[in-house]
């Protein structure tokens, strides 16, 4: 399924190399399934770790899997605002920024 949002490198990714996007998608799998989490929660550590290691792409990736599963707007903007602590401000800054142009963007991407 193609989505709007997604970057044309991911898009290349995806049709270059099939076969470790499947390999990928099933490990990611088996990991989601061995975790006590649900959904909701199980995005929030995703975008936590992600705010972390300032991954732009799986930030934005994790915001919007959070929010389809839930959760709101404040808690993902928690979820940067921790990292002010833990990562530093500038990453809690930048992250707050892709979140924002997550929220902001429109709903039929």
């Not at 770790?49 to 899997?65: F, I, L």
């Not at 602590?85 to 920024?97: D, E, N, S, V, W």
Request: proline share 4%; glycine share 6%.
């Amino acid at each position: 399924m193609q989505h709007k949002y997604l970057p044309e490198v991911h898009v290349r990714f995806l049709e270059r190399f099939p076969d470790v996007a499947e390999a990928h998608g099933e490990l990611a799998r088996i990991v989601r399934e061995r975790n006590s989490f649900d959904d909701r929660t199980d995005r929030l550590i995703k975008l936590a770790v992600a705010v972390g290691s300032e991954a732009e792409g799986a930030v934005r990736s994790n915001v919007r899997k959070a929010l389809q599963h839930g959760a709101t707007v404040e808690d993902v903007q928690a979820v940067a605002l921790a990292a002010i602590t833990t990562c530093g401000f500038p990453t809690a800054i930048a992250a707050l920024g892709w979140i924002e142009s997550v929220v902001l963007a429109p709903s039929d991407a």
